[in-house]
Every structure is written in C-alpha cells, then in structure tokens.
C-alpha cells in the first residue's frame, strides 16, 4: 500500500476552493491560537528572565526574511520556525488532536508562517497549506497511535516533521512527486523525539516541535531540489522506514487513507483553556466552576479527591515542589488545582516563579489524592472523564463530574472564546490597540491577503544579534516597518457571528 504516495497526490492536489466551507475557514482559528500562546510564551519568559531561547537566537540569528514572534528578529525561514514553535509549546497551550495524541499546531502553523511570508503567499494559499499538514500529520499518527506513544515517542516531533514538511510544500508549489519526496526526506530527518523529555520536564520538551518545523521546512526545500527518500511505510523486503520502525507491531496503514478528501480531521481539532496538559483541564474546569458558585478558603478544605482514567493518574498525578520548575507545575494534577483554588485561576502568571514556588500552594497541593476508575481508563481518549470531591473540615463535600471537558473536540470554543485568550496572552506583550488591529486581520482574510501587514503587529522591539566576528550587539537588519491602518471589521468564523 503505497500511503506516502497518496497522501502526497492528496495534498499536491488539494484546492482551498473545494474545501468543505467549515475546514476552509478553520485556519484562522488554528492561526489564531497558535500565534496567542506564542506571544504568551514570550510575554513569560521576559516576566521569568528566561533567556534560554534567547540567547540562541542571538548566537545563530542572521538576517533573513521570516519574523520571530514577539521579538524584533528576522532571520531565517528554519530558525524563525523554530523559535516560533519553541514559543507555540512552552506554556503547553496549544491546540490538539487527541484522537492521535498529538498537538498539530505547534510544529506546522510556525513552518507556514515561515514560508508563507518567505514565499509572499496569498491567504487561500496559507490555509490550504495548514489544512494539508494537519490532516498528513494526523493520518500518518491514526496507523501508529497510541503504540508509538507507548513506546515513548512524540508524535508532535517525529510524524509533526511530516505535516511540516506537507505544509511548507504546498506553499513551495511541489507537485505530487516532489511532494512525495518531501514526506520521504521527512522521514529520514525527523528528530526522535522522546516523551522524558516532556514529563520529566526537561528544558527542551519546548523544542521538540520546533525541531520538526525546522525539519519540515528543510524537507520541502530538499524535495524542491530533487532529493527522496524511501517511503514512510518502508521498501520491500525490510520495511526499514519510519511507520514500521517506530511503532512496535505493524502499523494499520489503511487508515492513512480511509475516507482521504471527505473525512477531515481537523474538525476533531481541540484548545485549552488553561496552560497545563490536557489531562488536567478536567479537575481545573470543576474547581473553577465550583469557585463561580461559593467561595471556598483553602484552610477550610480537609482533602480533594480526583478520580479519573490510567493516563492523567499516571502522567500528571505526581507532586512538585517549591524547587520545581514551570514544567513540573504545569504537569501536576495536584499543583494546578492547588493554585486553581487559592488564585480562583489559571492563567500563565500561575506559572510564574513566585507562585510555583509558594509553599502555601503546595501544602494544599499536598491533599490532592487521585484515584485511578478503570472505566473512565477504558473511555480515554474518546472521553476524559473526571470526578472531583472536595471534602471539607466541617464535614461537608461537594462532588462534580465531567466526561467532555472544556474546549474538548464535542465542546469545542467559539471564535470569540478564542479571542479572549488571544487578548489576554497579547495584550500585555504588544498592546490592546495591536492585539485588536491583530485578531480583526485575522478574521477577515482575504483570499488575495498576505501575512505581512499582521506580522508587523506582532514585534515588540529588535532582539539583539551577537556578532561573529568582533562579539559586538549589533541590531538585525530586515525590520518590519509599521503596517498602515487597515480598516478594521467584524468578521465571523464557520458562519457564525
């Protein structure tokens, strides 16, 4: 069965005309959100003096045409989707398919800013091109998933380098043989990514998408040039290729390609509401929707009981500290609805360092006891059943369930819900006035639109560039100029208004 060639004939063929009206206009909710929490991302790690990423880019930036987020900086098509995609998943805010337990947007949406503003793409062009390399990336996962995740890799990074790839393609142009060849290249330069990284909470968990959009991008250019490789589901006799060597057992390729050009699985596309993994936005939902109710001080809480499946017990039940980072905190069922109860929130400054580190947190977070159900275990990822009780001193308890958590893909959020928590995560990086002109340019995209007038609302000031050869600052080249005043509409997603 030949699935790197179909899905590559799909995607080389793909037309934003044909395109079912709800998928046609998901990319902006994708755009949207993904740009929101890398702002966020970058509004933190000024708040934390996290300079890790940039400093990188201030020892490996030069001059180039593609924008950094949030910084001055333009560089690179492949260093700007990298630094782009580190920010798009360092507060763990993304948009996700939990059908294949991946995050999409994180490795494509920062490849096709890249090259779309490389290549001067019109908007049919940019949307066609994420919805391309959001359905190759999950289809390549639904043949492998969960198995691969099992065996301790990262969809987002190793098969997320293929929907890059995909993505960055389409905008290059490549018809389906190159197209293949760039899912084949992909297949050989993919990083295999680990999940210690993420829930050991290692530094570079951001990374590991970023690596993949970089790949991606390199991929495309390779293909473009003439170069392939074997395809994804391997050449006879060995099958040496990355759908069977990465998984343990042979993947189902046939649903690579079941229902290709009718079943979109970008409409299973979730959010989150809150930075934190999604297996715990169910315990954070209840405790905030009890707070709406009745104040609850935490002096008063004797115990909370979480009750939910194998997956959020296993990955996010462990206990930080004081001496944790933003990571750790950010992973932990008991920390996240300790500090959800004191701050009747959950927003990044809960992930600030004053907060991860408040003892008075983690002695609440301390009386968080989760339980494993076996039953909501067998209903995972379907549904993401939770129950929550707190038990208080005077004796009372107060018990909720969920079964389909907030933002989930049968609670999906409004466009409006979207732009609020984009206003909330910009607004305090680049202004309320160009957070507005932002999410108003978005919204009302033209087919014939390019990218350039609302990445020029997304820089704060130039990131400065060390140079090579007398170790001076010196200020990139190649600074946006301000956009002119667009005039500013209301616009609607999906039809609705």
Aim: aromatic residues 8%.
């Amino acid at each position: 069965m030949d699935v790197t060639a179909r899905l590559a004939s799909f995607s080389a063929g793909l037309s934003y005309s044909k395109l079912p009206l709800d998928v046609r206009e998901q990319p902006r909710m994708f755009l949207l959100d993904t740009i929101s929490v890398a702002l966020g991302a970058c509004d933190f790690f000024k708040r934390n003096n996290d300079r890790l990423l940039q400093n990188y880019l201030a020892a490996v930036g030069s001059p180039g045409p593609a924008t950094v987020l949030g910084y001055g900086l333009k560089t690179s098509p492949t260093l700007a989707a990298f630094a782009n995609s580190t920010l798009a998943e360092t507060l763990d805010y993304q948009d996700s398919q939990m059908d294949v337990l991946t995050h999409n947007g994180t490795p494509i949406i920062p490849a096709v800013i890249a090259m779309a503003e490389r290549v001067s793409a019109p908007w049919r062009d940019i949307a066609t091109a994420i919805i391309a390399g959001y359905e190759v990336h999950t289809r390549l996962l639904r043949t492998i998933q969960p198995r691969h995740w099992y065996a301790g890799f990262q969809g987002l990074g190793t098969f997320g380098t293929c929907g890059a790839a995909t993505a960055a393609g389409r905008l290059l142009g490549l018809d389906a043989r190159h197209m293949k060849g760039a899912l084949t290249v992909a297949g050989v330069i993919m990083p295999v990514s680990n999940s210690d990284n993420v829930f050991k909470a290692y530094t570079m968990k951001a990374c590991i998408p970023a690596q993949a959009a970089s790949c991606g991008i390199l991929a495309a250019y390779l293909a473009q040039a003439g170069y392939e490789g074997v395809p994804l589901e391997g050449d006879p006799p060995e099958y040496n290729a990355p759908l069977q060597t990465l998984v343990d057992g042979a993947p189902n390729l046939e649903l690579a390609i079941e229902g290709l050009g009718e079943e979109w699985h970008c409409r299973r596309v979730c959010y989150k509401p809150y930075p934190i993994g999604h297996l715990i936005i169910g315990p954070v939902e209840i405790i905030l929707d009890i707070l709406k109710e009745r104040s609850i001080d935490p002096a008063e809480i004797e115990k909370i009981d979480v009750i939910t499946y194998k997956h959020a017990v296993v990955r996010t039940g462990k206990y930080s500290s004081p001496e944790s980072t933003y990571i750790d905190a950010h992973f932990s069922i008991p920390f996240c609805v300790a500090v959800a109860l004191i701050d009747r929130q959950l927003t990044p400054r809960q992930l600030w360092k004053d907060r991860v580190r408040d003892p008075k947190v983690h002695e609440l977070a301390s009386r968080v006891m989760l339980t494993e159900d076996p039953e909501m275990s067998a209903a995972y990822p379907k549904k993401w059943p939770v129950q929550l009780m707190l038990q208080l001193r005077n004796g009372e308890k107060i018990s909720r369930r969920l079964d389909e958590v907030k933002w989930s893909p049968e609670r999906l959020p409004t466009w409006m819900e979207l732009v609020e928590k984009f206003r909330m995560l910009a607004d305090p990086l680049i202004g309320g006035t160009r957070a507005a002109r932002a999410v108003n340019l978005i919204a009302s995209f033209k087919q014939s639109d390019t990218l350039k007038p609302l990445l020029s609302l997304l820089v704060v000031e130039p990131l400065r560039r060390r140079s090579r050869s007398k170790g001076k600052n010196i200020k990139p080249k190649g600074r946006s100029k301000a956009a002119p005043r667009s005039a500013i509409r209301s616009a609607s997603v999906g039809g609705k208004r």
